[in-house]
């Protein structure tokens, strides 16, 4: 961890990265709280007129307000889903959030759903927290260094054979569905895995592949607050990951795993 932080600005020692993870996780905390509190009663959404098959619903407005207004307090750069970019100086650090990962999930009552919190130095991650709901758990990790369940260390799979691994992956509403032949290379990596779920939230899929349960994750198309929280998870648990960023802001590709299954991305 001393040489991680050793490469980060010097405003962010450990005392500093340490503040803020307890600050992250204090408001993760009280968003799953809100979360709880709203949940019979704000199940109205729509779809976005500009980008199709995209969900909005007022939880997320409701959340971004809640966040944004103890994260705003440290002048930190700010990039969420639903406010965009808040600027406070020109250094590389910034929070990325999207305060309920899986909104669909949450509004038709499916599996998980999660508020995330990330900080980034450009395009690296730092640390990432997780509030998982309805379980109400905190996930949190360190880039390169440990992450957490509550207060258990978790880490990734040691599974190394391919042909008994699981893949979590999805379609984001971005996704080309009129590209054959990414779809077809897509479906070729499906065909390496023993078997693939698709969660209905990146970062809940990363989360899984932090803890074990899964050994890798693609997506492609995914938008960066998606998945910024999970990849410092996935690292701290001791996996990988690799962002490719595309031609559209703020959305990339992401592989993330247990650092051992490799799959061959030739066609």
């Known amino acids: 961890s001393k040489h991680m932080i050793t490469k980060l600005r010097p405003n962010l020692d450990n005392k500093r990265l340490e503040s803020l993870i307890f600050l992250c996780k204090k408001i993760v905390r009280q968003a799953l709280v809100k979360v709880k509190a709203l949940q019979k009663n704000h199940k109205y959404y729509f779809l976005d007129p500009n980008i199709k098959r995209e969900f909005k619903a ?135 895995f023993s078997k693939t779920r698709m969660l209905g939230a990146a970062s809940i899929s990363l989360f899984n592949v932090a803890k074990g349960s899964a050994d890798y994750y693609f997506e492609k198309n995914i938008m960066i607050w998606d998945v910024a929280a999970g990849l410092s998870i996935v690292s701290g648990a001791g996996g990988s990951y690799e962002i490719t960023e595309t031609n559209e802001k703020n959305m990339v590709d992401i592989k993330a795993s247990n650092g051992i299954i490799k799959v061959d991305w030739r066609y």
């Open 58 to 192: 007022d939880i997320d407005l409701i959340l971004d307000e809640l966040i944004l207004h103890e994260l705003k307090k440290e002048k930190i750069n700010i990039l969420s889903e639903e406010t965009g970019e808040v600027k406070f100086n020109n250094n590389n650090l910034r929070f990325i959030v999207d305060p309920l990962d899986g909104t669909v999930n949450f509004l038709r009552d499916i599996s998980e759903c999660s508020v995330s919190i990330a900080l980034f130095e450009g395009s690296k991650p730092i640390f990432g927290v997780l509030g998982i709901y309805p379980s109400l758990d905190i996930v949190w990790g360190i880039s390169n260094k440990a992450s957490y369940l509550n207060e258990d260390k978790i880490m990734v799979s040691k599974n190394r054979e391919l042909s008994k691994s699981i893949i979590c992956t999805g379609f984001p509403s971005r996704f080309n569905f009129d590209d054959r032949l990414q779809i077809e290379k897509f479906l070729k990596i499906l065909k390496s």
